[in-house]
């Protein structure tokens, strides 16, 4: 464990935020809106702290990194396995590839991403801070409306996300499985959260709506493309016949492209349904950034809806794989610019400047604040069972100067 440079308590220095305009613990951050107390010239608007990530703060806003975008309860000790847990995913699509196997290649598509996400819930204690019940019910949501959509919309929606593509572009089709189609399917994703959380009552959490809305979009599009694709688990084991871009096409866009855009869209989406201004800001601009996420959500889903239009179109395989790719980094820039900004404006817990409390993040002993005054982390970022834990056991000073918990 290190601390930081300075003491914890009362006798911790203050100085001017250049952002709220409060005297605060002195620090890198300001400890109750998260602003750079350094110079401001140089790192942009306060509101937006662009240079810091909040749910990892070593990391520019805009640095792609999906582990921690999609992943954003997890210490920085916890980041490398699941970064090669999705390794071993794309790995795993490459095999099945390589070696014809579009069952499993199925297989893999519709639930590797899924997979990791629970993995994810467990790891990071979400399933601690949402009850059980909650996320199987989300679950069982989301499965039950991509199975549903896929069984009445039958032959359309099957045509419509064939990676081998018809050959004309009527009008009649270009609004029906063009344009009706991603967007219906993207509208039925975001299903599960807007109904848990209108029947879910308790505290209110930006990345507990993340969770809920992504998980729910996982589930319907990994429910979605095994029912459509289901007819592929009677061909036989290797398809010989295939054509090896064929199947490389297919891996890129349902193994990682749908499934990827699908998770950022219902999370960006459920962290706008969960978002809670603090109450002492709660009629200044109370909408603002609610409207933001919604919009940057709403925007991903018109852009998804566009590739509709280009599955459609007597364009190359390729080209279809390298626009879905770019909508799925797209929207996973997208999630981590509306979580950051939601983790900046959101209510936070009390505040108890005077008691000290480890960061996750960085290791520094720093005053129990909404940021961590020290790396500028969100201290939502954090699950509530972690939370709870450090202040249950709150690093103690020893009369030598050491710091121990």
Same mark, same amino acid.
């Given at each position: 464990?290190?601390?930081?440079?300075?003491?914890?308590?009362?006798?911790?220095?203050?100085?001017?935020?250049?952002?709220?305009?409060?005297?605060?613990?002195?620090?890198?951050?300001?400890?109750?809106?998260?602003?750079?107390?350094?110079?401001?010239?140089?790192?942009?608007?306060?509101?937006?702290?662009?240079?810091?990530?909040?749910?990892?703060?070593?990391?520019?806003?805009?640095?792609?990194?999906?582990?921690?975008?999609?992943?954003?309860?997890?210490?920085?000790?916890?980041?490398?396995?699941?970064?090669?847990g999705l390794g071993l995913i794309l790995a795993a699509l490459l095999a099945t590839t390589v070696f014809r196997l579009p069952?499993?290649?199925?297989?893999?598509?519709?639930?590797?991403?899924?997979?990791?996400?629970?993995?994810?819930?467990?790891?990071?204690?979400?399933?601690?801070?949402?009850?059980?019940?909650?996320?199987?019910?989300?679950?069982?949501?989301?499965?039950?409306?991509?199975?549903?959509?896929?069984?009445?919309?039958?032959?359309?929606v099957s045509n419509a996300y064939d990676v081998p593509l018809g050959a004309g572009v009527a009008a009649s089709r270009v609004?029906?499985?063009?344009?009706?189609?991603?967007?219906?399917?993207?509208?039925?994703?975001?299903?599960?959260?807007?109904?848990?959380?209108?029947?879910?009552?308790?505290?209110?959490?930006?990345?507990?709506?993340? !969770?809920?809305? *992504? /998980?729910?979009? $996982?589930?319907?599009?990994?429910?979605?493309? +095994?029912?459509?694709? #289901?007819?592929?688990?009677?061909?036989?084991?290797?398809?010989?016949?295939?054509?090896?871009?064929?199947?490389?096409?297919?891996?890129?866009?349902?193994?990682?492209?749908?499934?990827?855009?699908?998770?950022?869209?219902?999370?960006?989406?459920?962290?706008?349904?969960?978002?809670?201004?603090?109450?002492?800001?709660?009629?200044?601009?109370?909408?603002?950034?609610?409207?933001?996420?919604?919009?940057?959500?709403?925007?991903?889903?018109?852009?998804?809806?566009?590739?509709?239009?280009?599955?459609?179109?007597?364009?190359?395989?390729?080209?279809?794989?390298?626009?879905?790719?770019?909508? !799925?980094?797209? *929207? /996973?820039?997208? $999630?981590?610019?509306?979580?950051?900004?939601? +983790?900046?404006?959101? #209510?936070?817990?009390?505040?108890?400047?005077?008691?000290?409390?480890?960061?996750?993040?960085?290791?520094?002993?720093?005053?129990?604040?909404?940021?961590?005054?020290?790396?500028?982390?969100?201290?939502?970022?954090?699950?509530?069972?972690?939370?709870?834990?450090?202040?249950?056991?709150?690093?103690?000073?020893?009369?030598?100067?050491?710091?121990?918990?």
């Open positions: 464990m290190s601390t930081d440079d300075t003491t914890t308590g009362p006798d911790r220095p203050l100085m001017e935020c250049g952002v709220c305009q409060l005297d605060v613990p002195a620090g890198e951050y300001c400890g109750l809106c998260g602003g750079h107390l350094g110079d401001a010239a140089h790192t942009g608007p306060g509101w937006l702290r662009r240079k810091s990530f909040s749910a990892a703060p070593g990391e520019h806003l805009l640095m792609p990194n999906i582990v921690s975008t999609l992943f954003p309860h997890l210490s920085p000790r916890s980041r490398v396995p699941f970064l090669v069952a499993a290649l199925v297989t893999v598509a519709a639930l590797g991403l899924p997979l990791i996400f629970l993995i994810y819930l467990q790891e990071a204690d979400v399933h601690r801070d949402i009850p059980s019940v909650t996320l199987v019910a989300t679950a069982t949501v989301g499965i039950g409306i991509g199975v549903g959509w896929v069984l009445i919309t039958g032959e359309m609004l029906r499985e063009g344009l009706g189609v991603p967007i219906g399917g993207m509208l039925l994703m975001l299903v599960p959260a807007v109904v848990i959380r209108f029947t879910r009552r308790g505290d209110q959490e930006s990345l507990d709506g993340f !969770a809920i809305g *992504a /998980l729910g979009a $996982l589930m319907f599009t990994a429910a979605a493309t +095994l029912t459509r694709l #289901a007819p592929q688990f009677s061909a036989g084991m290797i398809a010989r016949g295939r054509p090896m871009d064929g199947l490389m096409v297919e891996a890129g866009i349902r193994g990682i492209a749908v499934p990827l855009t699908a998770a950022c869209v219902g999370g960006l989406l459920g962290a706008a349904l969960w978002f809670e201004r603090p109450p002492n800001k709660k009629n200044q601009h109370r909408n603002y950034v609610r409207l933001a996420l919604f919009v940057m959500g709403f925007v991903v889903i018109a852009l998804y809806a566009g590739l509709g239009l280009v599955d459609i179109a007597r364009v190359p395989q390729w080209v279809q794989l390298g626009v879905h790719l770019a909508i !799925a980094g797209l *929207a /996973l820039l997208v $999630l981590r610019v509306g979580l950051h900004l939601a +983790l900046l404006h959101e #209510a936070h817990d009390d505040v108890d400047q005077d008691s000290p409390i480890l960061c996750p993040q960085c290791r520094h002993v720093v005053p129990d604040m909404p940021f961590c005054v020290a790396c500028g982390a969100a201290t939502r970022a954090a699950s509530r069972s972690s939370r709870q834990a450090r202040r249950e056991h709150r690093p103690v000073l020893h009369v030598d100067g050491a710091e121990s918990s």
